[in-house]
């Protein structure tokens, strides 16, 4: 998919089963080491979109990323506050303030854990290859153009930075300075594999920056522009809202539509790790990792969050394979908010965003240009489809839009398959051998390929290469029987399969009559008044 995960799959058996070696262990750690200084902006401007306080950002990557580290279905991921969750969250914080999203927050966990136990993660399957190439295009260019706001002068854009709107931008030896700065960035990180790998390339492109500004005393924004990460532990704090029917109408939507998102996005996340790592599995246990994460981080003062594909991919391109790493980075964001703040404030932010633009390359499927050219219409339609509504809207819609639009396109396509070979039997009855599926798509185009009218008396439909679906292809069958028996003659149906046999006798439609190439009678009152028959096996 791209340059990262097919270099990631050409090794993926040694991924499978990895070894906690002393070397091993120092990779993971500085994985770990390397997600949260990038962790730290990122929760920080996410706090500021919500409209709550920084610490509540930090507190839910920290509480999230742990939890879901040491319990998660796929190790390797990361999970921290998303912008996904906290464009949702603005208005809610705007109306009734932070302790009802701290509530929601927590149904929103309780809800993830009852998808999780009810096993629905499973249904993540059923998202189309081209709904994950729009997902993962959209999202690099998402995280592109979070980036923007970096350029801004601090303070001065929509959430002290973060936002790329109504901000007063970098101009002049300041923008050439930061744009200089990012590409060295990106340099480092390129070049650094090809020179060793005993440390990742991201942290070495942030470690050598900041050495350089700090080093020379180069005035360019730092973390501690956008704001102080100081604090204190995480306390523990029941949500202050009262426990009525009307607070559960207010938070319930905003939990309903947070959940979904959250898993969502985490799931489609765990689909692309486990295309990198080699591992399978783990949707339902994911749910109810995110539930957990999600419903603790609420009473302790977090907003809550979701899989995180950027930094996800920062700890795979970092060599993380284990869950060392996500507990790792959880741990290394308590010590910067608790006892590292003043150096961390110091980082410069055009390495963080020369590792963030990093990540963008190696997310964004390059190679979907060329498959734009080779795939059906309809696919190349819904990649540029969910990438753009990725863009305007957020993931969990444009995962929904793209689903929607391929079960629609796949339906159209099977609504046109359906037809009929026809042939005159020795004893003068017609047959009609459909082809195709019949559902409520192709239930027209079935009623049409029947002639009642001039038909022999004795008509056979033939379904061996066909199937019954659903109620509307029932009620397509009975109504091409009232045809026939309207026109005073007889109709048979063969050779239905056995799922169908149970659907069709599900309804009322039809009865067996014998468990020996039993025959089925086409609402009963037509077998007796015409002798509508219909055997099968």
């Given at each position: 998919m ?7 799959l050409a ?25 949260a ?5 990122e929760?920080v ?6 409209g709550v ?11 999230v ?11 390797g ?12 969250m603005v ?7 932070v302790?009802?999203?701290?509530a929601?927050?927590v ?42 706001g ?11 930075g ?22 060295l960035?990106?340099a ?7 020179i ?11 470690a050598?920056i ?8 180069i ?7 956008l ?6 532990l995480p ?9 009525t029917?009307e ?15 959250g ?17 399978k ?5 994911e ?46 964001l ?27 390359i ?16 309809t696919?190349?339609?819904v ?35 359906i ?10 009855a017609?047959?009609y051998q459909?082809?195709g ?32 679906v ?15 028996q ?5 109709i048979?149906?063969r050779?239905l ?18 468990d020996?190439?039993?025959?089925y009678e ?8 015409t ?7």
């Amino acid at each position: 998919m791209t340059r990262v995960l097919m270099a990631a799959l050409a090794n993926r058996s040694s991924f499978a089963d990895v070894s906690l070696t002393p070397s091993r262990i120092k990779t993971e750690l500085l994985s770990g080491l390397t997600v949260a200084l990038a962790l730290v902006p990122e929760a920080v401007a996410f706090a500021f979109v919500a409209g709550v306080h920084p610490l509540v950002g930090l507190y839910a990557a920290f509480i999230v990323g742990l939890i879901t580290a040491v319990i998660g279905g796929r190790p390797g991921m990361i999970s921290g506050a998303t912008g996904a969750l906290a464009v949702v969250m603005v208005s809610l914080v705007a109306t009734h303030g932070v302790e009802y999203l701290f509530a929601t927050v927590v149904l929103m966990g309780l809800i993830q854990i009852i998808a999780g136990v009810m096993k629905w993660g499973k249904f993540i399957r059923l998202v189309p290859h081209p709904v994950m190439l729009g997902f993962v295009n959209g999202l690099a260019i998402v995280i592109f153009l979070a980036q923007m706001g970096q350029f801004q002068v601090p303070g001065s854009g929509e959430a002290a930075g973060h936002g790329i709107a109504g901000g007063q931008w970098l101009s002049g030896a300041p923008l050439a300075m930061m744009l200089g700065l990012v590409a060295l960035t990106m340099a480092i990180i390129w070049v650094t594999p090809k020179i060793t790998s005993a440390i990742p390339a991201p942290l070495a492109g942030i470690a050598v920056i900041a050495a350089i500004v700090i080093g020379f005393g180069i005035d360019v924004p730092r973390v501690g522009d956008l704001a102080s990460i100081e604090g204190g532990l995480p306390q523990f704090h029941i949500p202050a809202v009262p426990l009525t029917l009307e607070t559960l109408k207010i938070i319930l939507p905003y939990s309903l539509i947070l959940a979904a998102i959250g898993l969502i996005e985490s799931l489609l996340t765990l689909n692309l790790v486990g295309e990198i790592t080699g591992r399978k599995g783990g949707a339902s246990q994911e749910c109810v990792a995110q539930g957990v994460a999600n419903t603790v981080t609420g009473v302790f003062g977090g907003m809550g969050g979701c899989a995180m594909i950027g930094q996800s991919m920062i700890n795979v391109k970092s060599g993380g394979r284990t869950r060392i790493a996500g507990i790792a980075a959880a741990v290394f964001l308590l010590l910067f908010i608790v006892v590292a703040s003043p150096a961390i404030e110091q980082i410069p932010l055009a390495a963080l965003v020369g590792v963030m633009f990093m990540v963008v390359i190696g997310t964004f499927a390059w190679n979907s240009f060329n498959i734009l050219r080779k795939v059906p219409l309809t696919d190349a339609f819904v990649i540029v489809l969910v990438t753009v509504v990725t863009v305007l809207t957020d993931l969990a819609t444009a995962v929904v839009v793209g689903v929607i639009v391929s079960a629609l396109a796949y339906a159209w396509n099977n609504a046109k398959r359906i037809y009929a070979k026809t042939y005159q039997t020795p004893e003068g009855a017609k047959v009609y051998q459909v082809q195709g599926p019949l559902f409520f798509g192709s239930a027209s185009g079935f009623a049409e390929l029947f002639d009642p009218e001039n038909d022999p008396g004795t008509v056979i439909i033939d379904f061996a290469d066909s199937r019954v679906v659903d109620q509307s292809a029932l009620t397509a069958i009975e109504a091409v029987a009232e045809k026939y028996q309207n026109a005073g003659k007889t109709i048979q149906l063969r050779h239905l399969s056995r799922d169908c046999h149970q659907l069709l006798t599900k309804s009322g439609q039809l009865v067996v009559d014998s468990d020996d190439d039993p025959d089925y009678e086409i609402a009963v009152d037509y077998s007796v008044r015409t002798g509508v028959l219909a055997g099968g096996h």
